[in-house]
């Protein structure tokens, strides 16, 4: 099996099939997403309990490597490092750092080329290729140039807006903290959200009586019942009807800020509330077009818009997929129901991460899900490799 990506998916998908005995090779370099699209300096929403990659004996969990109090943000830099250390211990032998250009077919197989040149030939490919591809960007700044115009995940270094004048647009953690840390890197940040009010969410606590416990259990996606069955039971999310998958994963954990953000954000970053971005032009400037509930059409200058506007899975937008694999994964639509263990349209391709949370939920938006991704495609392997024996 070859295993396309070396994020927090990818590594855990590797470190449970070598721990089988498949024969599986992990290819990218490990974390390279978290360290060069996420900001230097980011702290990770995810509670450090909910943190931890999967290994079949929770031997390297985030816990293992370094200890966390109960509700202490982790930094991006450390979580970075983890990943690493986790690697190194699971699967360091089975590791090729180099980038997947391509995923074809050749004779049954699948074949995968690398940017060394070099070309594999596997059984199984497992998609572990994280949030990148479908980083989603509001359709009215469509047309900016890419130097005025950004994504949220195109910025490590923020202290290269220092002294300009920087808007941006969501009401999610992402945007939140990037404007927190441009401002703090001296720009002039402002934040415009299609939100009534801004979300934030509440100061962990620890200890809990049992009382409240019973009514309203922890979970890696946080406290409550829903919340509960979303993030301990995925496998049973997947025999929910379609539409009420798309609307758990539309509503769960909706746009907000963590606890631990709320004071350096507030005070220090001006905020426009309840505007719609309408359209976008650039001149010397970029002027962004809001309109309010109302409809009134209002205006606002700015040398550079950065859209922290989430992600969008589309499977067609995986670009290492050539053509007739990208048709084949789409053929039920941008996001089809996967097998129970995670199986694509295409036999003997899977898919992990964020681009199968349309079939398990909420829990693969979140580095909480890798572990359960890792055992459901590992049993699907070894139930495979049982019957052709």
Not at 233 to 258: K, W
Not at 360 to 374: L, S
């Amino acid at each position: 099996m070859a295993i396309v990506g070396a994020g927090p998916y990818g590594l855990s998908v590797a470190a449970h099939a070598l721990d089988a005995g498949l024969d599986a090779q992990v290819f990218g370099r490990p974390m390279q997403a978290w360290e060069q699209h996420m900001p230097r300096g980011m702290l990770l929403k995810s509670e450090p309990q909910a943190s931890h990659l999967g290994d079949p004996d929770r031997r390297y969990g985030l816990d293992a490597y370094r200890q966390y109090s109960y509700g202490e943000p982790v930094p991006v830099e450390t979580f970075v490092a983890y990943g690493r250390w986790f690697s190194a211990q699971t699967v360091k032998k089975a590791l090729d750092e180099s980038t997947v250009t391509t995923v074809g077919s050749e004779g049954g197989l699948f074949a995968v080329t690398l940017s060394s040149g070099d070309s594999v030939l596997a059984r199984t490919v497992v998609l572990a290729v994280g949030f990148l591809p479908f980083a989603h960007r509001p359709a009215a700044l469509a047309g900016l140039p890419p130097e005025v115009s950004s994504h949220a995940s195109d910025h490590h270094d923020l202290s290269a807006f220092a002294g300009r004048d920087v808007t941006v647009v969501g009401a999610g953690q992402s945007a939140l903290e990037t404007a927190t840390l441009l401002k703090e890197a001296g720009a002039m940040v402002r934040v415009v959200a299609r939100c009534k009010a801004l979300a934030w969410n509440d100061t962990p606590v620890e200890n809990r009586s049992m009382l409240d416990r019973m009514l309203a259990p922890g979970s890696g996606l946080g406290t409550g019942w829903r919340s509960w069955v979303w993030s301990e039971l995925p496998g049973a999310v997947r025999y929910l009807p379609r539409a009420a998958r798309r609307h758990i994963v539309r509503n769960t954990l909706g746009p907000a800020g963590s606890w631990w953000l709320r004071e350096r954000f507030e005070g220090a970053v001006p905020v426009t509330l309840g505007a719609k971005l309408a359209g976008a032009e650039h001149r010397d400037t970029v002027r962004l077009r809001l309109r309010d509930a109302a409809g009134e059409v209002s205006t606002i200058e700015t040398e550079h818009v950065i859209a922290a506007t989430g992600y969008k899975v589309d499977l067609g937008r995986i670009g290492v997929l050539d053509p007739d694999l990208r048709r084949g994964i789409r053929s039920e639509g941008p996001t089809p129901r996967l097998t129970r263990t995670y199986e694509s349209p295409i036999s003997g391709l899977y898919v992990v991460g964020l681009a199968s949370a349309a079939t398990f939920g909420p829990a693969m938006r979140f580095v909480h899900g890798a572990d359960f991704a890792a055992r459901r495609v590992t049993r699907g392997l070894l139930g495979q490799v049982r019957k052709s024996a």
